[in-house]
């Protein structure tokens, strides 16, 4: 069975920083391609970042760029996301996704954790 847990989000005011996990277990992780996608109230779920499955290559939307890294640790099935300079338009809730880029098509979501920005 395949999961994806997320942990670390919270409230942080504007400015501040936060660090958001997925740990995951049921898959060979060093297979899966893993990204975060975040959703605000009222609004489409949106890519965030992007890591290939070697950790060698990283993508983030331009919303973002300059203040987010993405990471992973293939030893520990875990991506982080470390979130810099966070506005109240970072507000959402932010999930993890795995995609199989090596084996049989695959793709699983984890069950999201809550990020707002507020003073």
């Known amino acids: 069975q395949v999961q994806l847990v997320e942990s670390g989000g919270g409230v942080v005011q504007p400015g501040g920083s936060l660090r958001i996990s997925c740990a995951t277990s049921g898959l060979t992780f060093g297979l899966y391609d893993m990204s975060w996608f975040r959703q605000a109230p009222g609004k489409e779920r949106e890519w965030v970042a992007r890591?290939?499955?070697?950790?060698?290559?990283?993508n983030c939307a331009d919303s973002v760029k300059g203040r987010f890294t993405i990471s992973r640790d293939n030893a520990k099935n875990t991506v982080d996301l470390q979130m810099n300079s966070l506005t109240p338009e970072d507000t959402a809730v932010y999930y993890c996704y795995a995609k199989n880029v090596f084996g049989r098509p695959a793709e699983y979501w984890g069950q999201g954790t809550q990020v707002t920005v507020s003073s």
């Open positions: 890591i290939n499955a070697l950790g060698s290559v990283k």
